[in-house]
């Protein structure tokens, strides 16, 4: 069984510039949340997404959008890039709405210049 | 706001002996605790976890000792293997929807 799928799995953007990171979760989870790794941190929780609809939002601003699309895989848009986007942005599905069973994908490195 | 921490960024310890990873935090309605595990470029993996109303999880070499009152846990890996080597992150579930991570210890297992 595949497990979460990210891509790309590397991406190099110039400030200003918009991006899209895609996630398709384990076949059968309906749940997406989002994450941002700033090197030297933990994760921290940009949306959740489950059913098509926005359940969560994490402290970002409104640069960040998300969606979840009808076979529940979803995308990340970032608007207007800066330098400290830079991070390794992660995908995690859930069965449920419950958060305490997630399964992460590798993640999508993606560097600001 | 930082809700869960992890204040050693680095464990260095020799093959075959116990690996200690410490975590704390600060929001009493946690209620469940997980431990990831990370290799480079890969996505973190679940390891173990512990529900508050246990003080102690164990499965195989690994052991989750849970401390409410002074809302600290700590991960036991005994014996540590040098594949045991990664960034190891606490983590909170909260609203059923997020989790808080702790900023990740790296250990390092010595052959």
């Known amino acids: 069984d595949a497990g979460v799928t990210q891509s790309p799995t590397h991406l190099i953007k110039t400030r200003g510039q918009h991006v899209t990171l895609r996630c398709s979760p384990i076949?059968?989870?309906?749940?997406v949340s989002w994450y941002q790794q700033v090197l030297g941190q933990g994760p921290q929780f940009i949306f959740q997404y489950y059913e098509k609809e926005e359940r969560g939002r994490g402290n970002f601003p409104d640069r960040f959008s998300a969606r979840q699309f009808p076979n529940y895989s979803s995308e990340l848009n970032v608007n207007a890039l800066l330098l400290g986007d830079s991070a390794l942005y992660l995908c995690a599905s859930s069965l449920g709405q419950d958060h305490t069973e997630a399964f992460f994908g590798q993640g999508t490195r993606l560097t600001v210049v | 706001d930082q809700q869960v921490k992890q204040n050693s960024p680095s464990l260095s310890v020799q093959e075959g002996r116990i690996s200690i990873l410490n975590c704390d935090y600060t929001?009493?309605?946690?209620?469940?605790f997980l431990w990831y595990k990370k290799y480079p470029a890969e996505g973190p993996t679940f390891l173990i976890s512990i529900s508050s109303i246990k003080d102690k999880n164990e499965d195989g070499r690994f052991t989750v000792f849970l401390n409410k009152s002074a809302k600290h846990l700590s991960l036991h890996i005994v014996p540590s293997q040098p594949g045991d080597s990664a960034v190891y992150f606490c983590?909170?579930?909260?609203?059923?929807?997020?989790?808080?991570f702790g900023s990740g210890t790296k250990l390092n297992v010595k052959p």
């Open positions: 983590a909170a579930p909260y609203n059923f929807n997020k989790f808080y």
């Open positions: 929001n009493s309605m946690f209620d469940y």
């Open positions: 076949s059968g989870h309906k749940s």
